[in-house]
């Protein structure tokens, strides 16, 4: 090889080298040159200035400077400078648990005939013990008065037992007890005055705790959200972005964005550039449709694929979750008495008033196609006891624009029906007459059925139920979110129950595979004896 | 034959053996992404597969803009024109000649790199099997761009066929090549440029190594 030939070699190797390189460049823009993915830079752009400012300052209003003797009167107070707030609220789920703002349909909604595979049902806001979680005083209801401090006091103090207190203590005339008396009125004035936009803890007080008890509910909602790290929840992270639940379920009047039973949180995803009043409840909002950087195969997925099915690996990654709960089960005693016993996790695994459950812990999701719309089995609606009953599972398909593939936490479990209306009764669990005292089902669910105003013939079974919920909380940080081939593969990929279509690495033709590698196998075999005859005649050379 | 003199003439230029390898490169690379992607084993990890598989696919698309260029502007394309001339013999050679010592029915020359066979085998590879190869990879590639042309499963499926049968081309091509005058020789001949062929075929002065020494 001349040294002017090697010159050349060397030439064209450069070319070549150089070539690549300006094309890598151009089409695939690497995490080392520093570009940032255009839904972060906009994600980053929505939330800055997230400071909030307001006009008031509570300790100086003149309204909250009393003696409170009841949380009415607190209400009261409120609502002497927040004249419309009562009148906001009156109108929104958080206040009448129906989903339809129009109060003659009842159809959908914890105060409704909705019912899931818990406890089932609200029974018209009866069941005193599911009204905990309403926003009136002294579990009223709607007779009651709006408990404006539930969402929007940082105190943590406990206004219901303060009241019951004084009410206890000024009966009698003791100097020491008007002491105290004196004592806990002040602590409930400083109290008031911690006014908040509702924080984690205000919401999760309910949302957390749903179902009875701490990650019962959700998968995605429990109680290391209060102070989740950036690993558990990258945006609520008190070590990351430290957002509170408020900051993406904004509001108006009251109203707060978020999927509500059949209803999807909002109708079509938009992004704050397309519309810089919308709601700030989907990914969309901020990170846009085309959320990863601009060569990023990923932005061609977001057409079919939420964000959350990649972003969410698992759910109920720190506290477990209920998975089963089976009410064939509940009534047996010990002794002649009710109850617990616990299991993994310290979790509850039987109770006498419940029945048996099973909880999980770091859940795969479980994947379906979804418009955010849920269809919702009512106390009032016909079902198949022949076959498990979907109290509540995603609408969509993949014609439907609107539709992504998303993950879904599905609780299942065994609930009673009516045996001869086909439909799911709604027993009535705490007081009185309730299971939990009674033990008696039928009983239960005869008095549970008539706070609804439906029919229950006499005769019930248990049918097994599932219910489904959308993972959408605890996203986890990109360097979390799934690889490729937890979908793409053959064997054990999580989109195995999504067919119809076709997805690289999962599918393949069996025909045209057999077509192909049998081609390729003739072609080697044919070489194989070619090459076999060639060295066995010599190519037909003597010697 | 014994008596005749092998020589070597000057039969791939520059260019067309710098194809030829970065082609075969591609074309490797492709095929080994390509069945990573397809499911049939892991190598690389599925998401760099797609990367090495959608940077390579579109750089040989360009390239392949440029030796088009090249075949119509040198004229070159003159050497797939398909004949039924001598088709057979050369057919016959290979299937029975080959095992006898007989001679190569066609002897390769400036005007006529290909035999028959060979002819026909690159037209159909050259011309069919890898455009539909880079129609379908674009279309694939940019299948989010534009909807309802094909379904994802048709492209994909085409894809992989096509895929499965340049696999097969590249078996028979890598075994041809040891048909030469010794194993290695047309190897040779694609790197170095200069092909073996026998001193009877008539050779112009100017294509004989001394004059190009020059």
Redesign the interface.
């Known amino acids: 090889m001349t040294p002017r030939y090697f010159l050349r070699s060397c030439l064209a190797v450069i070319t070549v080298t150089a070539f690549f390189c300006s094309f890598q460049a151009a089409f695939a823009s690497t995490p080392e040159n520093g570009e940032e993915a255009l839904g972060r830079k906009l994600a980053k752009q929505a939330v800055k200035g997230s400071k909030r400012w307001s006009t008031i300052d509570h300790t100086k209003a003149e309204a909250l400077n009393k003696d409170f003797t009841s949380g009415e009167e607190i209400t009261g107070a409120c609502l002497s400078c927040h004249s419309e707030a009562a009148t906001q609220f009156h109108k929104t789920i958080h206040w009448t648990w129906l989903a339809s703002g129009d109060k003659s349909d009842i159809r959908y909604g914890k105060a409704g005939y909705s019912v899931n595979n818990f406890c089932i049902s609200g029974n018209a806001m009866e069941d005193k013990g599911c009204l905990k979680c309403h926003v009136s005083w002294n579990k009223k209801g709607v007779k009651g008065k709006i408990n404006c401090l539930k969402c929007h006091n940082s105190s943590g103090l406990n206004f219901i037992e303060a009241f019951g207190d004084i009410k206890a203590f000024s009966e009698d005339n003791d100097p020491e007890t008007n002491e105290m008396v004196k004592d806990i009125q002040q602590e409930i004035k400083q109290a008031i005055t911690e006014v908040t936009f509702p924080t984690r803890k205000n919401c999760g007080e309910c949302h957390f705790k749903g179902g009875g008890g701490d990650g019962v509910k959700h998968g995605d909602l429990d109680t290391s959200l209060t102070k989740p790290n950036r690993m558990l929840d990258v945006h609520m992270g008190i070590d990351g972005k430290n957002f509170s639940c408020t900051r993406c379920h904004t509001t108006v009047e009251h109203n707060i964005a978020g999927r509500i039973y059949t209803n999807p949180a909002v109708e079509t995803r938009k992004s704050l550039i397309e519309d810089d009043l919308a709601p700030k409840i989907t990914c969309v909002s901020c990170h846009s449709n085309e959320p990863h950087k601009n060569d990023s195969k990923m932005n061609d997925h977001t057409d079919v694929v939420s964000c959350q099915a990649c972003h969410i690996p698992k759910y109920a990654r720190v506290n477990p979750t209920k998975m089963w709960w089976d009410w064939t089960k509940a009534g047996k005693m010990k002794d002649g008495k009710p109850y617990v016993e616990k299991g993994p996790f310290g979790k509850p695994v039987y109770k006498s008033i419940k029945g048996e459950f099973r909880w999980e812990k770091n859940v795969i999701p479980e994947y379906f196609w979804s418009n955010g719309s849920q269809t919702s089995t009512t106390a009032d609606d016909i079902i198949d006891p022949a076959q498990i009953v979907k109290v509540s599972h995603p609408v969509g398909d993949k014609t439907d624009p609107e539709a992504r593939i998303f993950p879904f936490k599905i609780h299942r479990g065994k609930q009673p029906y009516d045996k001869i209306h086909k439909k799911l009764l709604a027993p009535m669990l705490s007081g009185k007459r309730g299971f939990w005292t009674t033990f008696d089902m039928n009983d239960a669910i005869e008095y549970g059925n008539k706070t609804l105003g439906i029919p229950y013939s006499g005769e019930f079974d248990y049918v097994e139920t599932t219910y489904a919920f959308p993972i959408t909380h605890m996203v986890a940080p990109k360097e979390n979110a799934l690889n490729c081939t937890e979908c793409h593969i053959r064997e054990n990929s999580r989109l195995a129950s999504i067919t119809g279509l076709y997805l690289p690495g999962r599918n393949k033709s069996n025909l045209i595979d057999t077509i192909g590698w049998l081609s390729v196998l003739g072609a080697l075999a044919g070489v194989f004896f070619h090459g076999i005859g060639r060295f066995f005649t010599r190519n037909g050379k003597e010697n | 034959m014994k008596d005749k003199k092998i020589i070597k003439i000057y039969l791939y230029t520059r260019y067309e053996r710098?194809w030829h390898w970065?082609q075969a490169f591609m074309i490797i690379c492709l095929v080994v992404t390509g069945l990573e992607?397809?499911?049939t084993y892991?190598l690389f990890?599925?998401?760099t597969a797609?990367?090495i598989h959608?940077?390579v696919g579109?750089?040989w698309l360009i390239l392949f803009a440029f030796f088009v260029f090249w075949l119509f502007t040198t004229g070159e394309w003159k050497q797939y024109i398909p004949t039924t001339k001598k088709l057979f013999s050369v057919i016959l050679y290979?299937s029975w000649?080959?095992?006898?010592?007989?001679p190569h029915p066609i002897q390769k020359s400036k005007g006529a790199k290909h035999n028959p066979l060979q002819r026909l085998a690159y037209l159909g590879i050259s011309a069919m099997l890898l455009p539909a190869q880079m129609v379908t990879g674009l279309l694939y590639y940019l299948?989010?761009y534009m909807p309802g042309i094909l379904?994802?499963?048709v492209l994909?499926?085409i894809h992989?066929?096509i895929?499965?049968?340049i696999?097969?081309?590249l078996?028979?091509h890598l075994?041809m090549t040891?048909?030469g005058h010794s194993l290695f020789s047309h190897i040779s001949g694609m790197i170095t440029g200069w092909e073996e062929i026998y001193e009877t075929t008539e050779i112009a002065d100017w294509e004989t190594k001394a004059t190009r020494k020059n």
């Open positions: 710098f970065l992607i397809h499911g892991k990890g599925f998401q797609v990367n959608n940077f579109l750089s290979y000649g080959i095992f006898q010592g007989r299948y989010n379904p994802l499963s994909a499926v992989t066929l895929a499965l049968f696999l097969n081309f078996v028979i075994y040891t048909t």
